[in-house]
């Protein structure tokens, strides 16, 4: 079992900042992939961006050059630098790691964009 503690997150005005981070269960082997996805209110939860196999990183076309996906500072745990930030990228962000195959999810936190 991973579980995953997200924090960050919050409200911010369209052109702003705003920084998410995760951390797995310590002591957690064999994680080979962090990602955050989110969802927005009557949208399917989608994917943002993904760091996996010696750091490799792919983002979604909508993030591509606002967004930053990175390995924490502590193993297992992964950040998501937002720039720019626009009213369509309003939506709980979830953390999900990959282990053995099998995804997991963290509990979301909320991002607001406004205009």
């Known amino acids: 079992q991973v579980q995953l503690a997200e924090s960050g997150g919050g409200s911010v005005e369209a052109g702003g900042s705003l920084k998410l981070s995760c951390a797995a269960s310590?002591?957690?082997?064999?994680?080979?992939?962090m990602a955050w996805y989110r969802q927005a209110p009557g949208k399917q939860r989608e994917l943002v961006a993904r760091?996996?196999?010696?750091?490799?990183?792919a983002y979604a076309p909508s993030v591509q050059g606002r967004f930053t996906i990175s390995e924490g500072a502590a193993k297992n745990a992964v950040d998501l630098e937002m720039d720019n930030l626009k009213p369509e990228d309003t939506g709980v962000y979830y953390c999900?790691?990959?282990?053995?195959?099998?995804?997991?999810w963290g509990q979301g936190t909320q991002v607001t964009v406004s205009s």
């Open positions: 999900n790691a990959i282990r053995g195959g099998v995804p997991f």
């Open positions: 310590t002591r957690i082997l064999g994680i080979s992939e």
């Open positions: 760091i996996f196999e010696e750091l490799q990183t």
